[in-house]
């Protein structure tokens, strides 16, 4: 392979800049509406008690957030509400100046209590409220000494706080309605983002309109939004059809080959790296998983190479990377991938060495259970692979798919071999990255089981490692050691493919499908 | 009459009941957590005190009968608890999506008779000739054919034809007819046509054992034509085991739409239950069953009133 995967990502992320730059460059129209599809509904409409995309693409336009990544420049974190901040020399708080003059929906000025009022609801959540990331804001302390400004003081050092802060799921509400309801957010919309709410058709569309009270005077473009809840396989149809004209998260090679052989001539397309990938979990609490050999040799088996160049063109799999995607600032460089178990190039090699750890493990005749999901974009072909891969070194799989809740309890109960999950988060910092790579005893999402507290203080150390290169030398360090030791092993990362109609400029694809769906740059030109 | 249609209805009470009873427990045997489902939708590392509180939160750490005795208690306010996904009450997540699905079960009857009827005359009347063959073969191929299948055929004709697709969303009839019936009419014309094909074959084999019943040949004998034989004498004697049919069929489409609501994008009830069976939203599914289950009760009712109408002889009491 001449080029190589990582190539590939940076030529990819490339057009995609230049690509935007174009959009960018012409003069926004105002008016439109944007249709667009979500394939999945969020259950309610709170997006602290939130985990999925299938609320951020409907909801995120109704709301401001602190700081927020900057869609043209990922993983830079701009202002929103906040006007400026500083930094304690420090680094144990953060001083915010707020936007003056911001208003909700229904006219109420938005003031720092908002925003303390919000975090203080993420971090200690009264009785009955749904916080799904409480523990990692456990270290933040919020203050409002005056309307215009925020403080977050850190009780531990933290890194990547301003990362943290801009989460997608941290929407700003009201501390007045808070107080009367702090569930108000489930049931109701009331922010100050680019777009106020209309209907919710329950199963069927969720809709928006300009609000014309937002802080970014000028914006948003659009005159509103209509988000229809689809099914996947409704996705293409429903392009090609003229019912919608984009969709968000993002669509497999065949979507993609299927929407430019119906219409060419009217479509964007980006592609890049995505924050995602499928990984192979060990459950170490089973023979012979518990043996790194074992682990290591499994991993070594799989040509991940070879797996990108055939598994892209049928399915969202390409990257090969560790436990930090590929070509983001903190992950392992190729040439001290490929030194680790797994990733090396020459795979006849490596299957050769896999053979002999498993002699030396004295497993002979291996034979388990690979237990996935029955959904069949990535999950089928990602385990169909693996399980040829171990063919080769004479291991027996059986695949055992599983619809997604029988799935995830009998992970989450260890009752498995070997298992395939992925990994998912907004952002691409470390602290987010390595939750499922912990002991139980760390992190609820620890599901090799393993009580390697070693792995626990490298990612405790790095959490607290607030300068950037000295975190770094410690997140590939730890990443090296994780690799190494195989609790979980990255099968591959998937690569992110937007097709929209032509008509729609100032969307920028970042690497996670979560992020810049606030709608406020979007603008339509039918022509 | 009345006190025999009151007497169906007050047996429709304990058919319930046994339905309720009978789904609450059966249901639980089901693996898998709603909260973990919702929670760790998108693989987060969601603590085991959050979803312990949520689980609580929805009253789903209470002990199975006092969850049971919940559910029962409700029942006579027709109150169906609140959906375990969407906090939103059982009941009002149904009337959300009744009314398309009792449209598209009501197009695709009226399809269904539109076709059945005179091609399954036909058939009959002239057994074992070309026509027969043909419609035999148009009804098998109704048969055969998914109904989801044509489903997806219609869309690709659609698109490859004229590069459009309806409308997502339900707009009422009486509020745009036409866009009502753009969405509609797909979905009931493909589930219309297997109806249609069950409803033909029961048509000519029915027809076919009434024409040769004494007195239809004495009727022949005497000299009457055959179209007043059929119209008059045949028709309507061949008719109990069709309205049959299309009574059960017709229930069956209320809640047995789901791949064909998913292909065209349909927010009815099939697609409704086969999410919260995804989910395992055990309150939504109870009051779907017990929905389905009340339709079909009723549905059947009203097959028995139709066959005292088209014969006199079945005495309604």
Redesign the interface.
Known sequence: MKRTVLGMAAAATLALAMGSGLAFAQTPKKGGTLNFSVVAEPPNYDCHGSTTFALIHPIAPHYSLLVKFDGKDYPKVVPDLAESWSVAPDGMSYTFKLRRGVKFHDGSPLTSEDIKASYDRIISPPQGVVSIRKAYYSDLDVSAPDPATVVFKLKNPMAGVLEALASPYNCIYSAAKLKQNPRYPETEILGSGPFTFVEHVKGTSWSGKRFDDYYDKGKPYLDGYKAFFVKSNGVVPGIIGGQFDAEFRGRNPQEKAQLLDKMKDNLSVFEGTWVNNLMLVFNTTRKPFDDVRVRQALSMAIDRWGGSEALSKISILKFVGGVMRPGYAMSLPEAELVKLPGYAKDINKSRDAAKKLLEQAGVKDLKFKLLNRNIAEPYTPAAIYAVDQWRRVGVTTEHEQLETKLYQDRVAAGDFDVAIEFQADFMDDPTAQFSKFLTKKLSPSGYSGHTDSKIDEMYEKQRRTIDVAERTKLVREMERYALTQAYNVPLLWWQRIIVINKKIHGWYMTPSHYLWQDLSTVWLDPQ | MFWYLLRRLILVIPTLIGVAIAVFFLIRVM????V?????????????E?IE??RK?LGLDKPLYQQFADYMIGLPRLDLGKSL????PVTK?IA??APVSFQIAIMAGVIAILIAIPLGTLSALYRDSWIDHGIRVVAVSGLAIPSFWLGMLI??G??SLF???P????VPLWEDPITNLSVTIWPAASVGYRYAAVATRMMRSSLLEVMREDYIRTARAKGVWTRLIMRRHALRNAMLPVVTVIGLEFAFLIGGLVVTE?VF?I?GIG??FVDAT???DFNLIQGLVLFIATCFILINLAVDLLYGWLDPRIRLN
Do not use: F
């Open positions: 693996p898998g957590d709603v973990v489902v919702k929670l760790r939708a998108d693989g987060a590392a969601v603590s085991e959050t509180a949520e939160r996904w969407t906090g939103e997540e959300l999506r869309i690709l659609l698109l590069n459009w697709l409308k997502i969303g339900y998913q994008n927010n697609k409704l995804a989910r395992g």
